[in-house]
């Protein structure tokens, strides 16, 4: 089993910054990939950003590429969400997940992941 708890979500407004932290636990091993998805009211949930164990990042080019970084920290369990220039349309719950072994799913696909934060709320005003 895995633990995932996301922290540094707040009520910012828009141009300011962000960073989201989301720290594992409860399994040695390194995930495979974790990602961030968002889920703002009345919208499906979204894919955001992936990080690789072998490092590798990807992102939702269209949404926030050149905006948003995902990075990690080995020694602490944490993937990070550095979130700049923030905009209006950023406001979701923030969720990170975890996939432990690898998946025929792609990267961006939900189903991929196995484990789930709880979600930490970014709200951006104009």
């Known amino acids: 089993q895995v633990q995932l708890v996301e922290s540094g979500g707040g009520l910012v407004q828009a141009g300011d910054s962000l960073r989201l932290s989301c720290a594992a636990s409860?399994?040695?091993?390194?995930?495979?990939?974790v990602a961030w998805f968002r889920q703002a009211p009345g919208k499906e949930r979204e894919f955001v950003a992936a990080i690789i164990r072998s490092g590798s990042t990807i992102y939702n080019a269209d949404s926030v590429k050149g905006r948003f970084t995902i990075s990690r920290d080995n020694a602490k369990n944490t993937v990070y969400l550095q979130m700049n220039s923030l905009k209006p349309e950023d406001t979701a719950v923030y969720y990170c997940?975890?996939?432990?072994?690898?998946?025929?799913?792609?990267?961006?696909?939900?189903?991929?992941?196995?484990?789930w934060g709880q979600g930490t709320q970014v709200t951006v005003s104009s």
């Open positions: 997940a975890a996939d432990i072994d690898g998946s025929y799913y792609p990267i961006a696909n939900a189903g991929r992941y196995e484990y």
């Open positions: 409860g399994r040695t091993r390194s995930p495979y990939s």
